[in-house]
């Protein structure tokens, strides 16, 4: 007998289906209880709100465990590269070698962008935030590629949108950071794997030669793997809501680049840093911030800890903290925001107030000490966790697509004024 759960209201009962996942997580499928019993259910947040079901990523917040397609953050972290976790999520198994090889060379071949991109990307004041300008860019992908449009029309044609995507965004957000620098555009360089190449574009100067340091390859790799996909987070799931109107890719993802934006999502890494300096700043005077944090009146928050889904820990800070100390020690980078960094995560940690809120390290906290140990500076922190994501949001997108999911449109409860006269404006 399959399981159910049983609603009773108004004197009537129903029962509601439940679906089990392959993790054995159960959920209550309330497709009909509207129709069975005029009911809406409400959830802000949709904290305890089931929008798909996917077979991309399993996340156990209790667990702190992060797959994908399977394989665990660890695994993928230490073993894979940023292109072969790309194929993971978008095609569900990990490549071949001739499959990967072609995959490379496919999003090799559309590194170089049409050169009237430079033409809006003059269009933007030099201080413009990197996000704004690749969501722009992004979206202006569909005029140079009015096909990208009806993505239903062919998987043949999906896939050039997807390796012309993967292609282009490292262009494009490293032609976002030399806009805000004012140094000239530096051209892709296909000779270089995926990673170098975009540092290149990123740190190179048309009158110095630029070597990509393998420790940095290394790192950029790694950080690229942990930021890959993370289920229904918020960005995602606007991905796949301006994807459920049949908005092809490019529009859909720059929805996603734009809900990442927010400091409450991808923007915390850059609030930690900047955290992190106002207390530098202050004297290292680590506790009166810890004490400005636990004041309720105050509006200082600490960034970086805690997390809407993970109860315990955060397995991506756990690897993040090891690769920190490691690209800092091999990078010779002696950055006194990393012993701070470090300070405030054992007080933390000790804090029965932190403690008791669930308040630990989560992935945003140490990834921006590593960027900037990479040579990233600040608004930069957040173009890289959107770069890391963009497999994911691809894979999300081509999968609601695939199962043909129903246009996204949730309901509510109206608490507004009930109907009322019209009142002329010469009797008000
Ligand atoms: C993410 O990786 O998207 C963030 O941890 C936020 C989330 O999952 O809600």
Request: hydrophobic content about 35%; charged content about 25%; aromatic content about 10%.
């Amino acid at each position: 007998m399959s399981k159910a759960a049983k609603l009773i209201y108004d004197g009537k009962e129903i029962e509601l289906p439940l679906l089990t996942g392959t993790e054995n997580e159960d959920a209550i499928d309330i497709s009909k209880i509207r129709s069975e019993t005029g009911l809406i259910t409400l959830d802000k947040g949709y904290k305890n709100t089931g929008a798909t079901t996917s077979k991309i990523t399993y996340l156990d917040g209790e667990k702190g465990i992060l797959r994908h397609r399977g394989y665990s953050i660890e695994e993928l972290a230490s073993k894979s590269s940023f292109t072969e976790v790309c194929y993971l999520l978008i095609y569900g198994e990990l490549p071949t070698k001739d499959q990967l090889d072609n995959f490379e060379h496919e999003i090799r071949f559309h590194t170089l962008v049409h050169e009237d991109f430079k033409i809006i990307l003059d269009g933007y004041p030099s201080k413009a935030h990197p996000m704004g300008v690749l969501s722009s860019l992004i979206t202006s992908l569909t005029a140079f590629y009015p096909e990208s449009l009806d993505p239903s029309r062919s998987r043949k044609l999906v896939d050039l949108s997807i390796v012309r995507i993967l292609g282009k965004f490292p262009t494009f957000a490293a032609w976002s950071y030399k806009k805000r620098t004012g140094h000239p555009i530096i051209y892709p360089d296909n000779s270089l794997d995926y990673c170098s190449n975009f540092l290149k574009m990123m740190f190179a100067l048309p009158s110095m030669e630029y070597e990509p340091n393998p420790v940095v390859t290394d790192a950029l790799n790694k950080l690229l793997i942990l930021h890959a996909d993370h289920e229904q987070n918020c960005s995602t799931s606007t991905v796949r809501i301006v994807g459920s109107a049949q908005s092809s890719i490019y529009p859909s993802i720059s929805a996603g680049i734009n809900a990442l934006w927010g400091p409450l999502h991808g923007g915390a890494n850059q609030a930690v840093i900047e955290m992190l300096d106002t207390i530098m700043n202050d004297n290292n005077d680590v506790d009166k911030y810890i004490k400005k944090a636990k004041d309720k009146s105050d509006p200082f928050r600490l960034m970086g800890f805690g997390h809407r889904v993970y109860k315990n820990f955060d397995p991506r800070a756990k690897i993040i903290k090891k690769a920190a100390d490691n690209v800092l020690d091999k990078l010779g980078v002696n950055d006194p925001v990393l012993e701070l960094a470090k300070k405030l995560e054992k007080i933390a940690l000790e804090d029965e107030y932190f403690i008791q809120k669930k308040l630990y390290p989560n992935v945003d906290f140490y990834s921006g000490i590593i960027y900037r140990a990479l040579g990233f500076p600040p608004e930069m922190f957040t173009v890289m966790f959107a770069f890391g994501r963009l497999p994911g949001w691809i894979s999300q997108w081509v999968e609601m697509r695939q199962n043909k999911e129903p246009l996204g449109r949730p309901r509510q409860i109206y608490l507004g004024e009930t109907q009322r006269d019209y009142v002329d404006i010469k009797n008000r």
